[in-house]
């Protein structure tokens, strides 16, 4: 799925099971059990969605909501809370404190995906969708093919990750780092040249003969969907 999630929650056991089962659905997630620390990864993680508990040996969910709802950079992340049985009632109703939605432990993983997903259908309409187009590129996740002009065009695995990855952020900078941190999030050994042989690949594959070049190179900073 390609979006990325940040938990702040301090139960290893909630994050243990909230990590494996949203990692299985594709989606890139970073995680901390305090909520000063998990505050200062935000802006480096970037998340499309924060998963926030609400008690935290240090700050509590709703003093980190206000601080993100205060920065600039952090203050469109949606969020969904992550309340005990007995805390939300009242609590919850006094909020302004700006949090999307909220889920009562103990909660099935079923119910907060598809509540994750009907977040991202609202925030990232590209993230959750199995059709991704642009120009006359597509790309049907179900199916795992991609088209240029309606022709089949056969892929390596890294260089699929890398198209889907582009083609859900189109016209948008990303540099050699949050490539490989996004196309490659487990793997800490890639070197960054990696990157560029497997971009001139992907082009070399998707520039069929009378279709314009589509993979902007971006000197000194990275690569973009034109
Ligand atoms: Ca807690």
Redesign the pocket.
């Known amino acids: 799925m390609n979006a990325k999630i940040f938990i702040i ?3 290893p056991s909630i994050v243990k099971l909230l990590k494996y089962n949203l990692e299985k659905e594709g989606f890139i997630v970073g995680f901390s059990d305090n909520g000063n620390e998990g505050f200062k990864s935000l802006k480096n993680f970037d998340p499309d969605i924060l998963l926030l ?4 040996p240090d700050l509590s969910g709703i003093e980190i909501c206000k601080l993100i709802k205060k920065n600039e950079k952090l203050s469109k992340i949606p969020i969904i809370m992550l309340t005990a049985r007995g805390e939300e009632e009242d609590k919850i109703k006094g909020l302004d404190s700006g949090v999307d939605d909220y889920m009562t432990k103990p909660f099935s993983f079923k119910e907060l995906f598809s509540r994750i997903k009907a977040l991202l259908r609202r925030s990232k309409p590209n993230t959750i969708s199995n059709i991704l187009e642009f120009e006359d590129l597509k790309l049907d996740r179900l199916e795992k093919r991609v088209y240029r002009k309606k022709t089949e065009i056969t892929l390596g695995p890294t260089e699929y990750r890398l198209i889907e990855f582009f083609l859900t952020n189109p016209k948008r900078v990303f540099t050699r780092d949050q490539i490989l941190e996004n196309v490659w999030p487990n793997n800490i050994n890639v070197e960054t040249r990696t990157i560029d042989v497997h971009i001139r690949r992907l082009r070399k594959s998707i520039n069929l003969p009378n279709c314009k070049e589509l993979i902007r190179t971006v000197r000194s900073s990275g690569y973009s969907l034109i």
């Open positions: 929650e301090d139960e508990d609400w008690m935290l």
